[in-house]
């Protein structure tokens, strides 16, 4: 026989043996619902990232995944019922790039290194600025334009205090001199929809969920503030390209509380790194703007940490403090 081929074969066996293992040791618990806490309102880009995860998972753990919305205060609140939950599988947190920055504006009841265990990183979208359709301006230098003369009429929507939303639209106004009122709401989703209606005039948010609203018409894109353009909007600019330096894409990830066993949550990363390679889930974050971003758990744990760096700087730079 080809020792090669002898070789390979080996190869397969032990990988079908620990994937078989990985899925077997959450399955254990066939009766018990896996919560998946998503910190923010339903509607969102991190609802929906969430329950697309959930609905893959299910089937490969042979184990019902739940999302349960848990919004508020920026997304500590669900953090927050995380890190007290018991330590036993049954419940995971799915976080986004707010995660990384609250700690730096906010007092907690948790620690966000010592009260989670990194499990695995999900994928990551650009932002894009947007607003209402209504709303008289086609470009990032009318907006700012606009909000300079008008700046009670210029109201922007943010997931709330501390989100992302808030975070990024902060930097942008040091940068633009842009004069916005906050409006901060309890998730992504109902600053949309209040959005759409014309209660506000703009927001910021991932693309992965703009696309409903921009299909009706109800809101347009002015700028990405990712930092490069979007195959699915081809000649909208980034805000590097305007001359504006301001970088803010959105990623999602998955936390387990301090305490769960280590072959739990290797079992997880195993099974969710296999759900990120999934041609379904690659297509659907593909067809929103974003992808699947696989990593080691020590590899996301070392991002986890540079961007905590990173949005700490901002916060001291724009002076953001919670409301």
């Not at 599988?89 to 009260?115: E, H």
Request: hydrophobic share 45%; no cysteine.
């Amino acid at each position: 026989m080809n020792k090669n081929y002898l070789g390979f074969s080996v190869y397969l066996a032990i990988a079908s043996f620990f994937g078989f293992f990985a899925s077997s040791v959450i399955s254990q618990e066939t009766g018990k619902q896996i919560r998946l806490i998503v910190p923010f309102a339903p509607g969102g880009s991190n609802d929906i990232v969430g329950r697309a995860i959930a609905q893959q998972l299910s089937p490969r753990l042979k184990r019902s995944v739940v999302v349960e919305n848990k919004p508020g205060a920026g997304g500590v609140l669900g953090a927050e019922i995380a890190a007290r939950a018991e330590p036993d599988g049954n419940t995971l947190l799915l976080i986004s790039s707010s995660f990384a920055m609250n700690s730096s504006i906010m007092k907690l009841s948790y620690d966000p290194v010592k009260s989670f265990a990194p499990l695995a990183m999900l994928g990551m979208g650009p932002s894009v600025i947007v607003v209402n359709s209504a709303t008289p301006v086609n470009s990032i230098k009318e907006l700012v334009d606009f909000s300079k003369n008008n700046p009670s009429k210029t109201n922007f929507g943010t997931a709330g205090v501390g989100s992302f939303q808030h975070f990024a639209i902060e930097l942008f106004k040091l940068k633009t001199g842009a004069n916005f009122v906050l409006v901060h709401y309890k998730g992504g989703g109902p600053a949309l929809v209040d959005l759409a209606a014309g209660h506000i005039q703009i927001s910021l948010g991932s693309l992965i969920q703009m696309q409903n609203f921009m299909k009706a018409g109800q809101i347009k894109v002015l700028a990405v503030a990712g930092s490069k353009r979007v195959p699915l909007l081809p000649n909208v600019p980034t805000l590097k390209e305007l001359g504006i330096d301001v970088e803010a894409s959105n990623w999602w990830a998955i936390l387990a509380p301090t305490g769960t066993p280590n072959e739990l949550l290797e079992a997880f990363h195993k099974e969710i790194n296999q759900v990120l390679v999934d041609p379904e889930i690659k297509r659907r974050f593909a067809n929103e703007g974003a992808e699947s971003l696989p990593m080691s758990r020590i590899e996301f744990e070392k991002f986890l940490s540079e961007e905590s760096v990173k949005w700490a700087r901002v916060a001291k730079l724009t002076g953001i403090k919670p409301e």
